[in-house]
């Protein structure tokens, strides 16, 4: 680790802001060297004898604070161009003398002589380097100019320019990739680390551990108790929109000594009196005490809530005034806690309005992504098609062949071709983007533009170097949406995670009812992961009642926290779930096989052999022709909708999601379930991650842990659930999308229509005119 | 009474209707949505094709077509700022909706025709009207008329109740004083042979000083001349029935307000076309879509109107107007116009009462059809009868159907033309990918034929109704742009009829069709060359090509049709009519039967003689019992050709009248049975259904292409002048 830290310290004073790979030697060592070693909690204390800055002379020799700015999983840069951001969120003081370290690794096809990493800092360009850490990870040091960091919210991006070694194709764009480490890729300040936090801006600005994590250890002896509960849900979701954090996660105890050492945030709740029989200093009396912040001597913060009685602890957060959104007031135009803009039915906005600026490619793919939002009743899924207009130029060089493609959410929507040869200038070039993957929230949308070209047929050494652009885009090129309908659907997971749907309208004298089917402190964990995200997505504190399953429930919207063995059979069946004995969530492996995965082998076998006949082939094959060329399932087809199947959960499933309406129709019940208390609250934290989480939708969705991987179920049925006064605009789209998804009843609907009106023309004909 | 539950019934049904259709639908479910709306329209014409049904699957096929226009109106019009694909992908889009505005307005008039009307009994009238018959005659000659006139005799009605004239426009004093000296000489010639023709036939002869308004103006010359109640009207070629006043005058005393009693135009002779692709004993005529359908159609709205001949008018309707009305070119339609909007009633009657010769060169075929498009638009223009006011909203939209059709050639050349610009030009003048071509574009096509089979299917087989519109529209074009500039300057034209084809040659008016399909083959190998050199637009160049093609085939087809097939005379068709007579050869008669008749001779079965008895070229002798009182004589005639087995000999022979009274021996055996030409008619009349009609159109396309090509090669190398000459010949 010496060695490593020293040729680190050499580079960086010779070469000022880039930094090269270090020996390969030290390589192996570096796992450990910048920080996945030290306590999950930041900021993180380096030893003094080992500090980075020491670049900068005048840097004084206390620790440094340490930042990890990655989401957990890191970030990968691919293609001939990327770009990414994060978020950090600074203390007041102590932001001088910063550097950003970015540890790296990128693929071997990515040439070093014109391939760039740009790095910038709240819009400040910092430093420039030359990708080429190809045989291992390699940091760079950056150090970010007094001045530009400010407290609060702080953006750093990186771009990546990548170009191939050998290959010209546009397809050889996809083996670049430039990968972020999440340990070693850090924002120091001079900040000494452990100073006091005082304020809840301090509290904003705990930062995610090496793995992306932001965990918050809390002790609540009395949780037994709902109002702990519900003071503690209510604090999950507080924290949460405070931090903004990827990935926050809770794990609640009874007991000081049983709690987790490597938090990044403490918390304690309870009476005055039962925390201090638990050792917490905490004040006496009839003092409600709204809250104590500080930190711990290891410079974990804490935060303290608590007062005389249960009943007044209810009061002391309403009393508590939170810091609300940084950086100004939230617009309105965007979605709650990011960047996309939310475009409403017939909005349209342009590229300077999504960030992306008019600039020159002289690459063979041009990748530009951009989110935009849409509302949590967003209903055109099925018919709906946006327009992107797009001014763009193409060179000389460009051939016919070419196209232009936008993927949203990950899937193709849409590609033009280009068909003209010799370039051109293509203004307001109509693009139309089917919105099948367009989902409530935020959205990811990526605008390729794949070009052929003679030089790149030919691929002579040094034409991917070449800087003559070939393509320009500008930022006067719009997205418009169509006018869309709005309607909520039930159940619809994905409106639920991307606003907390159809949770939305609980206030604090109507709090949501949530059931918790075991008082612990898993379940009660577990609760305030979901909260707390769904709180974030929001950007919204819901109120909560933690109350038991009674009859009041059928008719009111509710969510379900309650491992699987603790889960009132009446709310199993009416999601739809199977009694965890016949799962693969028995405790008793050997029985759960008895009834419902033997039915499910059997039926396969059924199918199995079905598959084999001619008929069924062909049938199969028709199938396929349609789903290839007009995306077209047979499922589609059906009229009547089937009632969802019984789901048995496998052994490997950590968490299910499910969404149902209620038993009396009106209300919506969510539940989350997992095979142990401990995989509750585990899982539910691994969900709860940004990313994850907006995968969510559909009636239910699993996660794996093992995998690592979400599985949605779409619905069979869908309730739709007004959201705003009913207009013949509205009333016309929401038809429309409804007959889209029931191409069948549209059919119907239509020869009806046909039958009707032939035969009520062939009466009013007899009665016109001549008879005969 | 019921009205009034049915129109608001109606009218929330149809915007149902047009709520659904107008849903911005995605593409899979319009997929879903023209399979079953398509797969519904072949079941219902499969098993219930009539009634109600037939009512329903017209909405069906509405609904494709409503859906199509919708998509096509909101979804693939280039963009504005684009003007080379813009103006001609608007004129596309013009054309199209056209023709979509025809479909409904032919599916207004159409939807319920009424049924043939029951046949009239003329004794049970209480009191027969006096009939004037007019015959109108320009140019025809003396043999033509007498055998019409000899026709018009032979009706069956009291001698003392029926005057025919023959108005003559050929003799009228301004042709006979013309100062061409030839002119002069010949139109005094005519003069005279037909003042003795009518005199002869004891007829009256009328002509006129000048020639003003043409034929309205000839008509309206006669009625001032004459005072009987009805008027009949047969153009010279057109010999009617004997029951055809039997079974028309009826009509008049049934309603007082009648002005006008139309049959149909039945014609012996193929057209141009069908003589060329040799359909005419297979397939229905051209115009019986119109006299077979339309017309009733019409019927239904009280506004079937005179097409010039083979009608009866009331004499105080037309008094009312001033006679014929000369405005346009088209005077019989016109006349129709000013007395429906003064509120006089028409009738139609749906069977075949006079038989008649149409145009058999296809040079005249075009030369009659351009005077019908040019007087249809002087009516839409001059006369706006969508705007009249005495017209009822019915009678316009059917006045609207048959003035708007002739501006087809618009709407055909653009369909023609539209496939190359991208071809050739690579315009996108039509914004769709290609499974949007299949979804609407296809399921539109197949809607519109199967809708075009419902409502004509045994009248018009598929794709005939486009061969005719594209042989027309490349001559027809300019003819209407004439009119739309200058709406009065056509002048009346009359059509000749009795030309002929000696032998297989081009029509003087081929070359614009060799020329359009060299055009089209050309785009058919530019589309193999894009396919090869474009493959990533190869689905759009597969629709288009496509597309192409199938205007390729239809301008193939019109190459068999511009490449006139040779004739001995004149080809018309033999009626069957069995009838007993006596036939001597020699100086012996035998007894034996008429089997058929066509206007020029018979077929006769003798027993007794032997075929030793009859030689080619002999004179011979037909004596039958005539339907016409007081007719009495045999007919001379020339035999042809002989055949015989065991005791019966058949012969072909050859009218050779001599005198008056042959002529109307002649007519007697020809028009006695209107009958037997509803049953030619009706033999015709077989629905082949859209796939086997496609197919056997696809055959006879290929096969007239392969003959059309053939000709032009042989007249390539034929000598060009000689060619030149036989051209001028027929034209003088």
Known sequence: MMRRLVSFLLLSAAGGALLAAGPVSAQSAQPEAAGAGAPASAPVTLPLGLLPGAAAASQSETPRAVRHILPPGGARLSGEMAKRSWTVTLPEEGLEDAMLQIGYENAVMVAPESSTLRVSVNGTEIGTAAIRSSSGITDLALSVPNGVLVPGRNSISMQASQRHRTDCTPNSTYELWTELDPRRTVLTTAGPAGQPVSTLHDIAAIGPNSRGETSVAVLAPELSDPAVAETLIALAQKLAILTRAAHLSFEVVTDADEMPDQAALTLTVGTHERLKQMGVAAPSGTTIHPGIVGSSQEGVPHLHVSAPSLKALRAVLDDWTWPTAENGPQEQTTWPATNAPLLGSGESIDFAGLGIPTERFSGRRYSQEFSIAVPPDFYAQHYGEATIKLDAALSREVQPGSRIDVYVNDRIASTVPILDSGGGVLRQLPIRVSLREMRPGPNLLRLEAVMISEADAVCAPGTTASETPRFAIYDTSRIVMPDYAQIAQRPDLAAFVAAGQPYEATTADAPMPLVLGLQSGETIAAAMNVMGRMAASAREVRPVSVVTPTAELDTQSALFVSPAANLSPTVRDHVRLAPPQDTGWAVEKTIRLALGRDRANELDEWRESLETSPIRRQFQELSDTLNENFDLSLAALRLVPGEAELFYPDEEDTLVVVQAASPGGTGTWTVVTAPSPEALRDGSADLAQRANWQEVSGRLSVYSASAGSITNLPPMAVDLVPTQPLSLSNTRLIVTNWMSGNALAYSLALALACVLLGGVTLALLSQLGRRP | ?732
Request: charged share 20%; glycine share 6%.
């Open chain 2, 1 to 732: 009474m019921k009205k009034l539950v049915l129109w608001p019934l109606w009218a929330v049904l149809a915007a149902v209707m047009i709520f659904i259709v107008t849903l911005p639908i995605s593409l899979q479910a319009q997929l879903v949505g023209s399979v079953t709306i398509l797969g519904g329209m072949m079941l219902m014409k499969q098993f219930r094709p009539d009634g109600a049904w037939r009512l329903v699957a017209l909405a069906f096929g509405t609904a494709l077509v409503l859906r199509y226009v919708y998509w096509r109106t909101t979804d693939t019009i280039p963009p504005i700022n684009q003007i080379e694909n813009f103006i001609p992908g608007f004129l596309l889009y013009l054309a199209e909706m056209y023709s979509v505005m025809m479909l409904a307005l032919s599916l207004f008039v159409v939807s319920n025709p009424l049924p043939p009307r029951p046949a009239h009994n003329m004794k049970a009238l209480k009191r027969l009207p006096t009939v004037d018959v007019f015959i109108p005659t320009y140019n025809e000659d003396a043999e033509l008329l007498s055998s019409t006139i000899a026709a018009a005799q032979a009706m069956n009605y009291p001698k003392d109740l029926v005057k025919i004239w023959l108005l003559d426009d050929g003799g009228t004093e301004q042709k006979r004083n013309s100062d061409q000296i030839l002119q002069a000489a010949s139109a005094q010639k005519r003069h005279e042979e037909l003042q003795q023709l009518c005199a002869d036939f004891g007829i009256n002869y009328i002509t006129r000083s000048r020639n003003e308004h043409a034929k309205a103006g000839n008509m309206n010359n006669a009625l001032e001349h004459s005072e009987g109640e009805l008027v009949a009207v047969f153009d010279a070629d057109h010999a009617p029935a004997r029951d055809f006043l039997e079974k028309t005058v009826g009509y008049f005393e049934e309603d007082e307000r009648l002005f006008l009693v139309q049959t149909p135009h039945f014609f012996l002779n193929p057209d141009p076309i069908e003589n060329n692709l040799g359909t005419f004993e297979k397939m229905p005529s051209e115009n019986e879509m119109f006299y077979g359908i339309i017309q009733r159609g019409l019927d239904k709205w009280n506004g079937s109107f005179f097409c010039g001949s083979a009608a009866v008018l009331r004499r105080e309707a037309l008094r009312e107007t001033g006679g014929f009305q000369g405005v346009s070119i088209t005077e019989d339609c016109e006349t129709a116009v000013a007395l429906h909007s003064k509120g006089w009633n028409s009738v139609y009657v749906d069977q075949p009462l006079i038989a008649g010769l149409q145009p058999a060169t296809f040079a005249s075929f075009i030369g009659q059809r351009s005077r019908w498009a040019q007087g249809m638009m002087q009516i839409l223009l001059l006369r706006r009868p969508v705007f009249s006011r005495g017209l009822s909203v019915p009678q316009r939209l059917c006045y609207a159907s048959s003035t708007l059709f002739w501006l087809f050639p618009f709407s055909r050349l653009i369909f023609l033309l539209a496939p190359l610009c991208y071809l050739f030009f690579d315009l996108q003048i039509f914004t769709a990918s290609g499974s949007e071509f299949v979804v609407y574009t296809l399921a539109y096509m197949v809607a519109n034929l199967i809708m075009q089979n419902y409502l004509y299917g045994s009248f018009r087989w598929p794709w005939i109704s486009e061969l005719y519109e594209y042989m027309q529209s490349v001559h027809l074009l300019p003819a209407v742009v004439s009119v739309a500039l200058k709406p009065r300057k056509p002048s009346f034209k009359v059509t000749a009829k009795d030309e002929s084809v000696s032998q297989d040659r081009l029509s003087e008016l081929s070359w614009p069709f060799l020329l359009i399909f060299g055009v089209l083959l050309l785009g058919v190998l530019v589309t193999g060359y894009r396919l090869y050199a474009e493959p990533w637009k190869a689905d759009v160049t597969l629709v288009v090509g496509a597309w192409n093609i199938l205007n390729l085939v239809i301008a193939g087809c019109a190459l068999g049709v511009v490449s006139e097939r040779g004739q001995r005379r004149v080809f018309t068709h033999r009626v069957k009519v069995s009838r007993r007579c006596e036939f001597r050869l020699g100086e012996n008669w035998y007894p034996g039967t008429v089997e058929d008749v066509s206007d020029q001779g018979a077929r006769v079965r003798v027993v007794g003689a032997t075929a030793y008895d009859a030689i080619a070229g002999m004179e011979a002798a037909l004596a039958f019992e005539p339907h016409t009182e007081g007719l009495v004589g045999s007919l001379p005639v020339l035999v042809r050709g002989t055949s015989s087995d065991k005791d019966m000999v058949t012969l072909n022979c050859r009218f050779a009248p001599q005198e008056i009274v042959h002529r109307r021996l002649i007519a007697d055996l020809i028009y006695a049975n209107s009958e037997q030409w509803l049953e030619f008619q009706k033999a015709r009349r077989r629905n082949p259904g859209v796939l086997m009609g496609t197919l056997s159109f696809l055959v006879m396309a290929i096969r007239a292409t392969i003959r059309g090509l053939g000709l032009f090669a042989r007249s390539a190398i034929d000598d060009p002048a000689e060619r030149g000459q036989l051209n001028d010949g027929k034209r003088a």
